[in-house]
């Protein structure tokens, strides 16, 4: 028997009660074959209430019978009503025919652009951005190669921070004003990097293992 997956959404209001989480709302379709690889869902919510979700479809190449005879796709809703109603589902990435991608992260700016960054490959993995200005996304941009915990942030300034790892080394590279700096990495230890934020007075912090 195949497993079900699909990507739902649960909103709740903390303005009103902090306990009160909607039902949930699939997002996606039912994923069986061959479609039973859905997943990693990314979320962001820009200054006007709109809720921006992503998630990844992986479909399996004709006879394929293979772990690798997948290649992803990503596919995007939007909602300008608290989650009640939904865009029609849109595919990111329809140039993709191989390859699986393997993390996704999602930020908007202050003036409500959409940034996305995710990971692609089948062992060394590109780091690869896009943007949504409202109309239209950009084509993608390659920022850097690496193989896990890809993570994304955004200062108050609109400095846009992304981190990965490469085996078991972190790099960072980070954008303004549209241009993405060289990629770089973070010390000379090794280790893990979970999470990023910024503070008010656009410090970065992180968290890891080692």
């Known amino acids: 028997m195949k497993k079900l997956f699909a990507v739902l959404i649960f909103?709740?209001?903390?303005?009103?009660?902090?306990?009160?989480w909607s039902?949930?709302?699939?997002?996606?379709?039912d994923g069986v074959h061959p479609y039973n690889m859905i997943g990693i869902p990314a979320i962001t919510v820009d200054s006007n209430g709109v809720i921006h979700a992503f998630?990844?479809?992986?479909?399996?190449?004709?006879?394929?019978?293979?772990?690798?005879?997948?290649y992803?796709?990503?596919?995007?809703?939007?909602?300008?009503?608290?989650?009640?109603?939904?865009?029609a589902i849109e595919n990111l990435t329809p140039?993709?025919?191989?390859?699986?991608?393997?993390?996704?992260?999602?930020?908007?700016?202050?003036k409500n652009n959409v940034h996305l960054v995710y990971m692609r490959g089948s062992?060394?993995?590109e780091i690869l951005y896009k943007k949504f200005d409202g109309l239209s996304w950009s084509a993608p941009e390659l920022i850097g190669y690496g193989s896990s915990f890809l993570r994304m942030n955004i200062d108050n300034e609109d400095r846009i921070y992304a981190t990965w790892m490469i085996g078991r080394e972190a790099y960072f590279?980070?954008?303004?004003n549209g241009v993405w700096s060289d990629y770089m990495q973070i010390g000379s230890g090794e280790y893990?990097?979970?999470?990023?934020?910024?503070?008010?007075?656009?410090?970065?912090y992180s968290s890891g293992t080692c």
């Not at 992986?58 to 293979?66: P, Y």
């Not at 140039?95 to 202050?110: G, P, Q, T």
């Not at 590279?173 to 303004?176: F, I, K, M, N, P």
């Open 173 to 176: 590279a980070y954008c303004y």
């Open 11 to 20: 909103t709740i209001s903390v303005v009103y009660a902090q306990d009160d």
């Open 72 to 87: 992803s796709q990503i596919e995007y809703r939007r909602s300008a009503d608290g989650g009640k109603t939904w865009t």
């Open 192 to 204: 893990g990097i979970s999470n990023i934020k910024f503070d008010e007075d656009n410090i970065l």
């Open 95 to 110: 140039d993709y025919f191989e390859h699986r991608i393997n993390y996704m992260k999602a930020v908007c700016d202050s």
């Open 23 to 29: 039902s949930a709302k699939q997002l996606s379709i």
């Open 55 to 70: 998630w990844v479809k992986s479909i399996e190449e004709d006879g394929g019978a293979l772990p690798w005879e997948w």
């Open 123 to 125: 062992e060394g993995y």
